[in-house]
């Protein structure tokens, strides 16, 4: 099912250079030095799982090829439990483990077969990539003629809350708003990107899922355990520093804490 000939990844190469937005390397490094303890920190992307496989359900038909970008392995494999599963990574370490079919690729440059898949699932990656038109053109050319593409990302207002404290404390410490976190998109840009890729008939739809936590640091420490902080090629470091994580904190806390002194978190979930 694999090929690993550079053609594909020459024709997408020039275009994802040129728009690079994310540090694909500092992503891998860290997914891998958190695929130990991803357990702890796996609520989100358990929950998205379990929705866009409930979807699945609706779909009346046998998938016998599957690739895997993303999902909860451990759901994936009960589900597909019949099929020719194939799971797929950014970082070796977190497939290492899986008792599967694996291939450690960067999402960017899927070394699949054209027209060799029943279905592409994707779970919470596709926010991470820098050319995201290319790498659905290529989940597009994977799938046979009525395959199906299936997937999730963050977008709309995630982590509204801290990005807002993250703004207000810049503007009161530094005298202006640095790069912290990433540009997401919303319904019209995911459903823009799909016509643009050629898929038939792309249906995007969102939901808000909001969970609440302690406080501001108890929060970063969760981004940090899902490897969802800050790789912008050009991010601003200034947040590292104890007494601006403290500011955020005490922002957040002022701003945003519910009658009990927990703060919200706001993940909006644009559905493929």
Not at 113 to 132: G, Y
Not at 221 to 230: D, Q
């Amino acid at each position: 099912m694999t090929d690993n000939s550079n053609k594909q990844k020459s024709k997408f190469k020039s275009t994802n250079m040129e728009a690079s937005i994310f540090n694909r390397d500092l992503l891998r490094i860290r997914r891998e030095n958190t695929s130990k303890q991803f357990h702890n920190h796996d609520f989100l992307l358990k929950e998205v799982t379990h929705r866009l496989l409930d979807n699945l359900e609706d779909i009346k038909r046998d998938f016998h090829k599957v690739l895997n970008i993303g999902g909860h392995p451990n759901l994936i494999n009960d589900f597909f439990s019949d099929a020719f599963l194939l799971t797929q990574d950014l970082s070796l370490k977190k497939i290492a483990a899986l008792k599967t079919n694996t291939i450690q690729a960067d999402e960017e440059f899927l070394p699949i077969k054209n027209k060799s898949l029943d279905l592409v699932f994707c779970a919470l990656n596709l926010h991470w990539i820098n050319d995201l038109p290319g790498a659905l053109v290529q989940i597009l050319q994977s799938l046979k003629p009525d395959g199906l593409f299936i997937g999730a990302a963050l977008g709309g207002e995630t982590l509204y809350e801290l990005r807002t404290s993250m703004m207000k404390a810049d503007i009161e410490r530094l005298g202006g708003i640095r790069p912290h976190a990433s540009p997401l998109m919303d319904v019209r840009d995911a459903g823009s990107l799909l016509q643009r890729a050629g898929f038939a008939l792309p249906v995007v739809n969102t939901e808000r899922i909001t969970v609440t936590y302690s406080d501001a640091l108890t929060l970063m420490k969760e981004l940090k355990g899902m490897g969802e902080n800050n790789a912008l090629i050009k991010g601003y470091k200034g947040l590292t520093t104890p007494a601006h994580m403290m500011k955020v904190a005490e922002i957040y806390a002022t701003d945003f804490a519910n009658q009990q002194g927990r703060i919200p978190v706001t993940f909006d979930i644009l559905y493929f």
